[in-house]
């Protein structure tokens, strides 16, 4: 499947069914810190995917200033 | 992974509530909670005007229509940093929401207010983006709030941002900014609007999926500033804690509050007076947001109107400046 990485500007290619949480773990990325997207809907960490998906790991940090 | 209210298909897992919700019923909880926090706080009043401060990201545009919907008397206020195509983008999703509801829409230019943009205040005091930037937005908000008849501003300041600060604070045993920490600061002053932040109990990751439920466009991508800043490394700090136990960002602010908070209340206690340049509440003669407008003039050169008084989007190219950054970081107002 891809998955776009938003907050890295970049895509990855990840191989094989598995679950949400499955497939943050293998990219170092917690949970908390993103919104997982297929399409028009939020996944949630144990909503299987497959190679045909298109997942957006969109940022949910936002900040810098006071 | 069931919805806790309607057994369908969650959208949204909260582990810290133990739960999850469906797409209707997480955004009945998110309003609940948001609208909660404001009753039990006592933060807004049906009958006076709130000036919302929106940046165009996920909070701010989510409390605004959370705050609308209830019914709450609402007029936003963007702040035009002047940082490129960033402020471009964000201004743009401000107009958007505001026109698709219609609702009311201040703007301010920073680059009106101080004779530069974020960019330009950078350039020309030498001082942080972050703090210029935050300096700037206290100043406008309260001023716009006053001179607009609102006697209290909301802010989209979430549980992450309330963490990421109060971590900050604790780390430099900052007693002043502990005491000064709280979702509701009251106007302790008559310059000075009472400033609320209904999102102070819900986390980022709330506010991101309650926009996306709600298809509010909001700009994801991150000032360019805001990289490598301080408060993001503790935000990932935090984001580590919460992963390994679920509640802990909740515990760190809701505890302090309740019980750090009142050992530090009274040791900020300072005397408000007004600036004797702009009227505005200030702890010294002069505000600190007039210094940091007096930096900026001078770093024009002379005898022309300078790059920092040029067009707000293009960064001025004054250098080799000294600044006296100690001096216009002094605390503008609680």
Redesign the interface.
């Given at each position: 499947m891809k998955v776009i990485l938003?907050?890295q500007a970049r895509e990855v290619d990840v191989r094989g069914r598995r679950r949400v949480r499955e497939v943050l773990a293998e990219l170092g990325v917690?949970?908390?810190?993103?919104?997982v997207?297929r399409g028009h809907?939020?996944?949630?960490?144990?909503?299987v995917v497959a190679d045909e998906d298109v997942l957006e790991l969109?940022?949910?940090?936002?900040?810098?200033?006071? | 992974?069931k919805c806790r209210k309607c057994g369908g298909r969650?959208?949204?897992?909260l582990r810290r509530h133990n739960t999850?919700f469906c797409?209707p019923d997480y955004l009945a909880f998110f309003r609940h909670h948001v609208l909660e926090t404001i009753r039990r706080w006592r933060m807004l009043r049906h009958d006076e005007p709130v000036l919302v401060a929106v940046s165009g990201?996920?909070?701010s545009l989510a409390l605004w229509d959370v705050l609308h919907d209830a019914g709450y008397r609402t007029t936003g206020l963007y702040i035009d940093l002047g940082i490129l195509e960033y402020s471009r983008a964000s201004r743009a999703r401000c107009e958007q929401f505001a026109a698709a509801r219609g609702l009311s829409l201040r703007v301010v230019r920073v680059a009106d207010e101080t004779g530069a943009s974020i960019p330009g205040v950078k350039e020309a005091t030498r001082r942080p983006?972050?703090?210029a930037?935050?300096l700037s937005?206290?100043y406008i908000l309260n001023r716009a709030a006053l001179e607009g008849g609102f006697p209290v501003v909301a802010t989209g300041h979430n549980l992450?941002?309330e963490a990421?600060?109060l971590l900050g604070s604790t780390l430099r045993w900052e007693e002043s900014a502990l005491a000064r920490q709280a979702p509701v600061l009251e106007a302790t002053h008559p310059k000075l609007a009472r400033r609320v932040k209904p999102l102070f109990r819900t986390?980022?990751?709330e506010?991101?999926?309650y926009a996306?439920?709600r298809g509010i466009d909001y700009i994801?991508e991150?000032?360019p500033?805001?990289?490598g800043?301080t408060?993001?490394t503790h935000?990932?700090l935090l984001?580590?804690l919460?992963?390994a136990s679920p509640g802990s960002k909740a515990m760190f602010v809701q505890g302090f509050l309740d019980r750090g908070r009142p050992l530090f209340q009274g040791r900020e206690a300072v005397a408000l007076v007004e600036c004797v340049r702009c009227g505005q509440a200030t702890t010294g003669e002069v505000c600190a947001f007039c210094k940091l407008r007096d930096q900026v003039t001078r770093a024009r050169p002379v005898g022309g109107e300078g790059p920092a008084a040029a067009e707000p989007d293009e960064p001025p190219a004054a250098r080799g400046l000294i600044s006296d950054l100690r001096a216009a970081s002094e605390i503008h107002a609680p």
């Open positions: 938003r907050n917690l949970p908390e810190t993103v919104l997207i809907e939020l996944l949630t960490a144990d909503e969109r940022p949910v940090i936002s900040g810098g200033g006071p | 992974m969650a959208v949204l897992e999850a797409g990201g996920k909070d983006a972050c703090s930037c935050g937005k206290r992450d941002d990421a600060t986390s980022e990751r506010t991101a999926a996306f439920l994801v991150e000032c500033f805001a990289r800043a408060s993001l935000k990932e984001n580590r919460e992963d």
